[in-house]
C-alpha cells in the first residue's frame, strides 16, 4: 500500500467522522424561540391561576391555619362563621388577609412549577406506557395521571417549600405577638439566625407524603372526570367536544374534595410541625406560656396530637379548609385553561 493510499483512506475516513458529526449536530437543537415561549406562557399561566385563586378565598385560608394551631386551652376561633367575625372585629379587613402577599408569592411560583411539571410528566409517563404497551394510541389512564400529579407536588412543594413555612408564621401572628415578621425577607433571615437552615424545611416529610395524594387526586380525578364527560356527553354539557365552564368549575370542585380529604390530617401535623423551634408559638399552640413547643418528627407530632386532643385535632379547620379548597381547585383549574387560551398556547392539561 503506498502513502498516497493511506493518504486517501484516511482523508475519507476523516470526512465520514465530519459528517455523521454534522447530522449527529443538527439533530440535536437548542430549543427554538417559539419552545420557549409557550414554556413561559405556560408558567405564566400556572402563576396567575394560583395567585387568582388563593387571593379569592384568603380569609378563608388564614382561618384554616388559626384553627390548625390554636391553644386547645384557650379557644378564639370556633368555627367557620364565628372564626371569621372574631377575625373582622379583632383585627378588621386587613386581618383577613393577613399573609396573603406571602401566600402569594409562594403559590405564584409554586402553581406556575406545579402545572408545568404536570404537563411535562404526563407526556413522559406516557411515552412509557406507550413504548411498554407497544401501542401509539393510548391514553393516560387515572392511576398514571396521580402519578403524574404527585410529581408535580413533591417538585413544586420541595421548591418553595421556605416561603410556606415563613407564610405559615406570618399568618398566625397577631398585632399581640411579643415579635412581630415584618415580611417574607425578614421572617426568612430571622428564622435562618435564630434556627438555622434546616429549620426552613421543618414539616417537609409530612407536607412530601400529604402532597402525593392531594395533588395527584387533584389532577387524575379532574381531568379523568373531564375524559368521561367528554366521551359520554351526559345530559348534554358537551358541546363541540368542549366543556363549559361551568363544568370545568364543578370537575375542579369535585378534585379538590376528594384531594383534601383524604390528606388533611398531614396538612395539619405539617402547621405543628413548622412551628416547632418558634419561641413564640407555644403560647399559640399548647396554652403552655413560655414553655417549648416540641416534636421530635412526624409520628411524634401525631402521636403527641392525638394523645392530648383527640383524633378530631387532626381534622381541625376542615370545614373552613373545605369551604377555601373547593372552590380554590376549581378557579386556578379554569383560569390555568383560560390564561392559556388568552396567550393561545397550543398545549393543555387535557391534551
Avoid at 152 to 167: E, K
Avoid at 226 to 249: A, C, H, I, N
Avoid at 291 to 319: C, H, N, P, Q, W
Wanted: charge should be positive; proline fraction near 4%.
Amino acid at each position: 500500500m503506498t502513502s498516497e493510499d493511506v493518504v486517501g483512506k484516511t482523508t475519507v475516513t476523516i470526512a465520514n467522522i465530519a459528517e455523521e458529526a454534522k447530522i449527529a449536530s443538527e439533530g440535536v437543537k437548542a430549543p427554538s424561540r417559539q419552545t420557549l415561549l409557550g414554556i413561559s406562557k405556560s408558567l405564566v399561566a400556572g402563576g396567575v391561576a394560583g395567585g387568582v385563586s388563593r387571593t379569592a378565598v384568603a380569609p378563608l385560608e388564614r382561618l384554616k391555619i388559626l384553627l390548625q394551631v390554636q391553644n386547645p386551652h384557650a379557644i378564639k376561633y370556633n368555627g367557620t362563621i364565628q372564626g371569621l367575625k372574631y377575625i373582622w372585629r379583632t383585627e378588621g379587613f386587613k386581618g383577613m388577609f393577613k399573609g396573603n402577599g406571602t401566600n402569594c408569592a409562594r403559590i405564584v411560583p409554586n402553581s406556575a412549577v406545579k402545572f408545568f411539571s404536570y404537563e411535562e410528566a404526563s407526556k413522559g409517563i406516557l411515552w412509557l406506557y406507550r413504548q411498554q404497551t407497544g401501542n401509539d394510541d393510548a391514553e393516560l389512564t387515572p392511576l398514571l395521571r396521580l402519578g403524574a400529579g404527585a410529581c408535580a407536588g413533591i417538585i413544586a412543594m420541595s421548591a418553595t417549600y421556605p416561603m410556606d413555612l415563613v407564610r405559615g408564621r406570618i399568618t398566625v401572628q397577631t398585632d399581640k405577638s411579643s415579635t412581630q415578621y415584618r415580611g417574607i425577607a425578614h421572617a426568612l433571615t430571622t428564622v435562618l439566625r435564630e434556627e438555622g437552615p434546616r429549620a426552613l424545611y421543618k414539616g417537609w416529610l409530612p407536607s412530601v407524603i400529604g402532597v402525593i395524594p392531594y395533588v395527584g387526586l387533584n389532577f387524575a380525578v379532574y381531568e379523568s372526570l373531564k375524559d368521561y364527560l367528554v366521551k359520554s356527553r351526559p345530559f348534554g354539557l358537551v358541546e363541540d367536544k368542549e366543556l363549559g365552564v361551568t363544568t370545568k368549575l364543578a370537575c375542579g370542585a369535585v378534585a379538590g374534595t376528594f384531594g383534601q380529604t383524604v390528606a388533611y390530617p398531614l396538612d395539619v401535623i405539617r402547621r405543628r410541625m413548622q412551628m416547632v423551634g418558634w419561641k413564640h408559638a407555644a403560647s399559640v399552640v399548647t396554652g403552655k406560656g413560655n414553655s417549648t413547643l416540641e416534636y421530635t418528627g412526624m409520628i411524634d407530632a401525631f402521636r403527641k396530637t392525638v394523645r392530648y386532643e383527640g383524633f378530631g385535632a387532626l381534622y381541625k379547620g376542615l370545614v373552613p379548609n373545605s369551604v377555601k379548597v373547593v372552590p380554590s381547585i376549581a378557579i386556578a383549574f379554569v383560569t390555568y385553561e383560560v390564561v392559556k387560551d388568552v396567550l393561545k398556547v397550543e398545549m393543555r392539561i387535557s391534551d
